[in-house]
């Protein structure tokens, strides 16, 4: 049997995505009981609101679910496409529909002011009600005046359970798995949940595992495969106990100014894949706790360090944190400022 015998399949992670708030895996502290989206549902009042988060933790997927239990128009558009007569035109339409629309604008931060402001009046009489998803801090993205209008709520990444439950929920309930005699090593379930990233490019991950092996009756899947796909091996890194261990041995090298243990652990965590801009956060946060006023300008170093990767990104950026680190390892150190806020 051909598994994929419709030409018009979508991604398993598009097939997954939720259609109720019962079937929405994470973000408990936002639709669990008593909690704030639950009770807008619960009482069938929807204010607009900013979800921001990483990416692939559920934002789109609770704006359409809001939508289509309060039985709104849903109007999806981008930020970086969305023009001022599109701006109009939705505006239009919204005040002439017989219900109510909800305008999702992904990458909501790309929206420049005078097109924030457009939806001031908008929002302040309810007559349009925004749904905003962004990656970005929108206490430093967004107007004021927009922020003041909005409920602003932060997504979460999904934790190793919640990614557990997503995995078997697509084995379980997809109906194209369903037709699959299906076999997964506890390998590479733990690969699966714990190393492929985020839950959207565990289940592309997943999904590829199942393609690469061709129309047979039945398919069994282990580390191996998993790993010849992603050209990479797995790691003592590749738990998640083993990624806050190493970032702690890596920060600790670097406060206790040893150069080869540092550059050990940033080259085991790159090798691992681990998000570039996490290990930069992580130098900003030591260049202020533990250099400190030792050298204060190490701070500007370690700012400098995230900027340049988010412009270059991987692998150069690699070089930029090795610089950075080093950097930062031959400086002398001092908490005192670390210590004296907190006794303040």
């Keep these: 049997m051909d598994l994929f015998e419709e030409k018009k399949l979508l991604p398993l992670s598009k097939r997954m995505m939720p259609e109720t708030i019962d079937d929405f895996v994470g973000q408990k502290h936002l639709i669990g009981e008593g909690k704030p989206i639950r009770i807008m549902l619960v009482n069938r009042i929807i204010h607009s609101m900013i979800f921001y988060g990483p990416p692939a933790t559920g934002k789109t997927s609770l704006a359409e679910i809001i939508a289509k239990s309060m039985d709104y128009n849903f109007v999806k558009t981008n930020a970086l496409t969305l023009d001022n007569e599109d701006i109009r035109l939705i505006i239009k339409n919204a005040r002439n529909s017989d219900k109510k629309t909800i305008l999702f604008i992904d990458e909501i931060h790309r929206l420049n002011k005078p097109k924030q402001d457009i939806f001031l009046s908008e929002l302040e009489y309810g007559e349009l009600i925004i749904i905003g998803a962004t990656t970005e801090n929108p206490y430093f993205v967004l107007n004021p005046a927009l922020r003041s209008r909005v409920f602003i709520y932060e997504f979460y990444p999904l934790n190793s359970e919640e990614k557990r439950k997503i995995?078997?929920?697509?084995?379980?309930?997809?109906?194209?798995?369903?037709?699959?005699?299906l076999s997964l090593s506890d390998e590479a379930i733990n690969y699966l949940i714990n190393s492929s990233g985020d839950v959207r490019q565990m289940l592309n991950l997943f999904e590829m595992a199942i393609l690469s092996k061709g129309v047979v009756e039945k398919i069994n899947i282990d580390l191996k495969d998993l790993e010849d796909i992603l050209q990479k091996k797995e790691t003592k890194y590749s738990s998640e106990e083993g990624h806050y261990d190493v970032i702690s041995a890596f920060i600790k090298s670097v406060r206790g100014s040893d150069p080869d243990a540092s550059l050990y652990y940033l080259a085991l965590m790159i090798q691992s894949g681990e998000d570039p801009l996490f290990i930069a956060r992580r130098l900003i946060i030591l260049a202020a706790e533990d250099i400190g006023l030792a050298y204060p300008e190490a701070l500007n170093?370690?700012?400098?360090?995230?900027?340049?990767?988010?412009?270059?990104?991987?692998?150069?950026?690699?070089?930029?944190?090795?610089?950075?680190?080093?950097?930062?390892?031959?400086?002398?150190?001092?908490?005192?400022?670390?210590?004296a806020i907190d006794k303040a």
């Design 167 to 181: 995995l078997e929920n697509a084995i379980k309930k997809d109906e194209f798995l369903r037709k699959v005699d």
């Design 301 to 339: 170093v370690a700012v400098s360090c995230y900027e340049a990767i988010e412009r270059i990104g991987m692998p150069e950026g690699r070089i930029v944190l090795g610089m950075t680190t080093l950097f930062l390892v031959g400086l002398p150190k001092s908490n005192s400022a670390y210590l």
